[in-house]
Structures are given as C-alpha cells and as structure tokens.
C-alpha cells in the first residue's frame, strides 16, 4: 500500500495522497463513529505511535469522496 499517490501525468492539480490512505481514514472514522476533524487527529497519532513521520489526509466537508 502506499500512501501518497502516484503521479498521473494528468494536467491540473496532482492528487496527494493514495485512494488506500484516504480509505484507510474513512474506515477509522466509521468503526470508531468519530467527526472528520477527531479522525484526522486520531489518525495522526497513529501514525506517530508507529514512528511514521507521514502526513494525514484532510478529509473534511470540501472533500466529497463518493462524488468522485
């Protein structure tokens, strides 16, 4: 899995992170009923529990993922 997206070679803004990561985010969100903002925080402990220095996907109101 990774985490950042691959480069699509696409014009217009690159996607930052990988359909995995931002998934991986939804599903912490809905298994521990958490609002958007408490996941992203959730999440980024994790991550650094795990002694990854990654960022963390904002997936807040403007990201609309089932409309993709």
């Not at 809905?30 to 408490?38: E, V, W, Y």
Request: charged share 15%; aromatic share 14%.
């Amino acid at each position: 899995m990774s985490w950042l997206a691959t480069p699509s070679g696409k014009p217009g803004h690159p996607e930052r992170f990988s359909a995995a990561a931002i998934q991986f985010c939804l599903s912490m969100k809905i298994l521990f009923g958490l609002p958007l903002r408490q996941t992203t925080g959730f999440v980024e402990s994790l991550l650094a529990l795990s002694g990854l220095d990654w960022q963390v996907p904002f997936v807040g109101r403007s990201f609309h993922w089932k409309d993709r």
